[in-house]
Each structure stands twice: as structure tokens, then as C-alpha cells.
């Protein structure tokens, strides 16, 4: 038997104490940062990206010949030049007719089929959206033998509705698909309240819906308008006559095997870029809006 000194002498048993808990690791946040950790790495990428924009200006701006790297005296003769002698007021009103009439047509025809695609259910939806992805992966290029066909048959070669046609066939699944994805963030319930005042389809989607659409409409349509003002092939296939070209042709005019006139090729560009610049300067609330709205299945 274990004696009551005994017990009084044996040692308490040693227990190990735990350890106390380690502070956990706080994320810095951006005001913590320092600032030259962002300014710096923001400034080259700035630099690196204006090069080429003032290189453009400075051909454009200084008089043929002239080897300055700053644009003194400013000149706008090859502003004028390419403007009237090279028929670029043509190729300017051209090219502002396809880019509307595409925006109009791709959206209203993608709106439709949005609308379809986000609100019923049909058999072959699965596939046919497979289909439309898929279609994403053909380059234009491989439309071109048989579109030429097609208007050929039709009479519209050389004619500016060709181009328009080809352009809105070649952005559709796209905007289809965007659309799709901007009507389904809308929730059915507004719909059913719209059909329990009496409202029909047509007129729940023109009172509720489309009002709520309104910064996918202004992203797929600039996206439609910016990719036909600057495309290249279908104008250069389906269009033969001077007056009837549009700015990517006329700048491809302005370049020959023998000499390129730098100065009016500058101001070319300048012409052909100021449109696209002033549109998304307007729209860029609007077109990041629209965008993120589509990327999000509702």
C-alpha cells in the first residue's frame, strides 16, 4: 500500500503548457504600400505605350523632309493632303455608314437572339450555343471565297451593304452570346409582375427589361462599331470602286512597293484613330459597366 507520506513526497506530474498562439500574418493593404512601388512601374508602362502615339504626331505635325524630333513649325498639310487629294472625306463617310449600320443591325438581330437564348428552352440550346463558340475560332479570312459567292449571286459586290451584311454575320455569336448573359442578370419576376398587369411579352420587354439593358446594349454595340471601323478584308474584298472604300483600305493606298509618304500615313492613322477615341471616351463607364454585367451568369 502506497503510504499517506508517500503521496505527501511524489512529484506532481510535469504537464506541458501550450505554446501561446502565433500573431497571424496581416495582408498589407495598397495605402501601406509605397508609392514608388506603383508610380514607378505605372510610369514606364505610360512611357512605353505614348512612344508610338507621339511618333504618329510628329510625322503627321512636321513638314515633309524635316528630321526633328519635335513637331516645330506645325504644319497640317498632310492633313490636307490626305484629306482631299487622297479622298480620306470619302473613305471618313464611308467608313462612319458601315460602322452605324452594323452597330444598328448587330444589335437589334443579337437582342432578339439574346432574348431567345435567356428565356426559353429548347432542345438543341446546348448545341446551338456550342455552335456559336465554336464559331469564335474561325478566322474571317475563311469567310471571304464564300461570302463573295453569296453577293456575287446577289448583285452586291462593291456595294457598302455587303460589307455591312459580313460584318454583322462575322460579330453575332458574340454579341449573341453577351446579351444573353445581360438579359439573364434580370431577374424573371419583374416580367411575371409586368405580365400580371396585363402587359404581353413584347410590351413587359420594352417597359422592364430594356431599360435595364442599357450598358450591355452600349457595350455590344461600340464593340460591333469599333471592329467594323477598323476591319480590313471584307472592305478590301467586296468593295472595288475608289468612292466607295473605307479608311482601312484608303490607309493601305497610302503604302506602295517603292515609297511609303510617312507624313500623310501619320495622318491617316490620326484620322482613323480620333473617332474610335472620342467614342470610348464617352462610353467607358457605360462599356466596363456592360461588360462586367456579361461575364457574370446570373
Known amino acids: 500500500m502506497i503510504t499517506e507520506e508517500a503521496t505527501e513526497t511524489a512529484p506532481a506530474p510535469v504537464r506541458d503548457e501550450p505554446e501561446p498562439p502565433r500573431p497571424a500574418k496581416r495582408r498589407r493593404s495598397w495605402d ?12 514606364i508602362y505610360l512611357v512605353f505605350t505614348l512612344i508610338p502615339f507621339y511618333w ?10 524635316s528630321t526633328s524630333l ?8 498632310h492633313f490636307e493632303k490626305v484629306w482631299t487629294e487622297r479622298a480620306f472625306g470619302t473613305y471618313f463617310e464611308n467608313s462612319v455608314y458601315v460602322g452605324l449600320a452594323t452597330l444598328v443591325m448587330t444589335t437589334l438581330v443579337a ?19 456550342l455552335a456559336l463558340l465554336c464559331s469564335q475560332f474561325v478566322p ?35 454579341s449573341m452570346i453577351l446579351i444573353s448573359n445581360f438579359i439573364k442578370n434580370v431577374p ?58 473605307t479608311i482601312p483600305v484608303g490607309l493601305n493606298t497610302l503604302m506602295s512597293a517603292d515609297s511609303v509618304d510617312l507624313g500623310a500615313l501619320a495622318a491617316g492613322g490620326i484620322i482613323a484613330a480620333v473617332p474610335v477615341v472620342i467614342v470610348f471616351a464617352f462610353i467607358q ?14
Open 56 to 65: 504618329i504626331l510628329l510625322f503627321a505635325l512636321r513638314p515633309a523632309g
Open 111 to 129: 437582342l432578339a437572339g439574346g432574348y431567345a437564348l435567356a428565356r426559353f428552352d429548347f432542345k438543341v440550346k446546348n448545341a446551338f450555343m
Open 70 to 77: 519635335v513637331p516645330w513649325p506645325i504644319t497640317f498639310d
Open 285 to 298: 463607364k457605360w462599356l466596363i459597366t456592360g461588360f462586367s454585367a456579361g461575364a457574370v451568369k446570373g
Open 140 to 174: 474571317g479570312a475563311l469567310l471571304l471565297v464564300p461570302l463573295f459567292e453569296i453577293f456575287a449571286e446577289l448583285k452586291m459586290i462593291n456595294s457598302l451593304g455587303s460589307v455591312i451584311i459580313a460584318e454583322t454575320v462575322f460579330q453575332l455569336p458574340l
Open 32 to 43: 501601406e504600400v509605397p508609392r514608388r512601388h506603383i508610380y514607378l512601374p505605372l510610369s
Open 188 to 245: 424573371y419576376s419583374l416580367e411575371e409582375a409586368a405580365w400580371v398587369d396585363g402587359c404581353n411579352r413584347m410590351t413587359a420587354f420594352r417597359i422592364v427589361v430594356l431599360p435595364l439593358l442599357r450598358p450591355g446594349l452600349i457595350a455590344v454595340g461600340s464593340f460591333a462599331f469599333v471592329h467594323s471601323w477598323n476591319h480590313f478584308l471584307f472592305a478590301l474584298m467586296f468593295l472595288n470602286n475608289q468612292d466607295k472604300q
